[in-house]
């Protein structure tokens, strides 16, 4: 016995599957970014440290809002 499947719904799929592997790549370049904000929140000088310290934050928040759409 075969069951059809509506051509609409593996299109979903498909797309689907793209949106999600799109955003673990996403997810992956927000994570790399962030690690490199701290490591150099780290090494700046203290002048420059609020600003690396917005950018964490931001980050922070990208990759909050990233991983709960996944």
């Known amino acids: 016995m075969a069951v059809i ?3 609409q719904d593996v299109l979903r799929h498909r797309r689907r599957q793209q ?3 799109c955003a673990q790549r996403c997810i992956e370049i927000i994570e790399s ?3 490199m904000a ?5 090494c700046a000088p203290p002048a420059e ?3 690396y310290a917005r950018r964490i934050r ?3 928040a990208l990759l909050a809002y990233a991983v709960q759409t996944l």
């Open 33 to 35: 970014t962030l690690d």
């Open 5 to 7: 499947i509506p051509f």
């Open 19 to 21: 949106e999600r592997a």
């Open 49 to 51: 440290r609020p600003f």
């Open 38 to 42: 701290l490591a150099t929140f780290e």
């Open 58 to 60: 931001q980050l922070s």
